[in-house]
């Protein structure tokens, strides 16, 4: 007896079959290996610079070029954006990284020209860096050092405590007789490292102003500088007071990199781990 076929069945399995292989092979290849990325923010840029191969990237902004913000010298086959749309189109990007509020007409309009743009929210907070990371790691995959530096943040803060009356006393210094206190991700970082912030203690939210005469009758145990060498700051000047001298001396003052002003994501992780080392030296615990 011969079985009834159904016209055209023969060619539709043999297109189910291509569809099925066609599908398989595409799904095998990993994503990150087809992705060619561009960035239209400078903590994207540095991220990118830091955990992803460098052919992967095709363009960051214009600031990463300037000497401020480079950690190492430049990829020679980067294009460096002032956040154009026409200038990454040909470029031809799979992934498109930007900022949470930055660069809103590029974005929109790359999205309108089909491409992929993910915003990445920015982080003002240590719960807000965890998601920043999380995010990051979502859009761009596997990345070892990334993957690294999120495992590394977590098991910090689930180890570390808050604050607590009797630890030492920390003030940050920084340009234009700036200090840092509650609400502040600075702020955060002294008190999760176990050190009471003495602006917060005073009352300051957020930014306040200092006096040197103010810091000296504050009597920190720690002093915290925050800019480079070049500014014009008080943080810098103090260093020339006999008494604040006493502090640089004796070992009792810490540098906040230039990068956690910019990309606290890059420096967060290393910050934590040496004021918990300042702590320990200062109060002698092992």
């Known amino acids: 007896m011969e079985l009834y076929r159904e016209p055209g069945a023969g060619l539709r399995l043999l297109r189910s079959i291509a569809t099925a292989v066609l599908l398989q092979v595409l799904v095998s290849v990993p994503v990150a290996a087809q992705e060619r990325i561009a960035s239209l923010n400078l903590c994207m840029d540095q991220m990118l610079l830091q955990w992803v191969a460098p052919e992967r990237i095709v363009s960051v902004t214009w600031l990463s070029g300037e000497r401020h913000y480079q950690r190492a010298p430049l990829p020679e086959h980067l294009y460096l954006n002032r956040a154009q749309a026409e200038e990454l189109l040909p470029l031809k990007p799979d992934l498109v990284l930007t900022g949470q509020y930055g660069a809103q007409r590029a974005s929109h309009r790359l999205e309108q020209l089909g ?79 176990g050190f009471t912030n003495l602006a917060a203690q005073q009352g300051v939210q957020q930014l306040g102003r200092v006096s040197l005469e103010q810091v000296i009758d504050a009597r920190p145990e720690l002093l915290v500088f925050y ?54 030296e200062i109060v002698g615990q092992p």
């Open 115 to 193: 491409l992929r743009v993910v915003r990445i929210p920015d982080a003002y907070n240590l719960a807000q860096l965890q998601q920043q990371l999380a995010s990051l790691q979502q859009a761009l995959g596997e990345l070892p050092g990334l993957r690294q530096q999120r495992s590394q943040l977590k098991a910090l803060l689930q180890q570390i405590p808050e604050a607590a009356a009797g630890n030492p006393g920390a003030l940050i210094l920084s340009a234009n007789n700036i200090t840092y206190g509650d609400g502040m991700l600075e702020h955060e970082l002294l008190t999760r490292a």
């Open 227 to 280: 800019g480079g060498e070049q500014d014009f700051a008080i943080a810098h000047l103090a260093e020339r007071h006999p008494v604040l001298r006493e502090y640089i001396e004796a070992g009792r003052v810490y540098r906040l990199p230039q990068e956690l002003g910019f990309c606290p994501a890059l420096a967060a992780v290393e910050v934590l781990q040496q004021l918990m080392e300042k702590r320990k």
